[in-house]
């Protein structure tokens, strides 16, 4: 535990933080330019740097993360500590937002551990799986329960 300490305490002093928050939103920025109607869950100036929830209007969160997950993009429908459930964001239904925008909402997590070309390129995927489900015209999102 010490040395875990110790490690975080190294990267906190090279600025590891905002090398994480830069990451997140270069991730966002290039989304955000390029898939309209696609918001940022919560407030962009006071959050923490690795996590980044992402609304997408009219696409079903559970078919993007299927497509996401084919092409190695790792997210989450949920909070963290609810991966495993198909239950929405309970920090979600507490910021009050409709079954729609829960419907339609992923989180996306970034580390010291990933890269800036990471983050790029997940981005990419990202717009292409979004593109690719709005093709479809596949209805979206699923309604789901509390």
């Not at 989304?31 to 980044?52: D, H, Q, W, Y």
Request: net charge negative; proline share 3%; aromatic share 4%.
């Amino acid at each position: 535990m010490g040395k875990a300490a110790e490690l975080m305490l190294e990267h906190l002093r090279d600025d590891g933080a905002a090398k994480v928050a830069a990451m997140r939103d270069a991730f966002e920025n290039r989304i955000l330019a390029e898939v309209p109607g696609t918001e940022v869950n919560g407030s962009r100036e006071f959050r923490v740097p690795g996590t980044s929830s992402l609304f997408f209007p009219g696409v079903d969160a559970a078919g993007l993360l299927i497509l996401l997950d084919d092409r190695g993009v790792a997210c989450s429908e949920g909070s963290a500590c609810h991966a495993e459930t198909l239950r929405p964001s309970h920090v979600l239904c507490a910021m009050g937002f409709t079954e729609e925008r829960l419907g339609g909402t992923l989180r996306f997590s970034f580390s010291r551990m990933n890269t800036a070309e990471e983050a790029v390129i997940a981005a990419g995927k990202v717009i292409e799986c979004v593109a690719k489900l709005k093709s479809l015209n596949v209805e979206g999102p699923v309604k789901m329960s509390a």
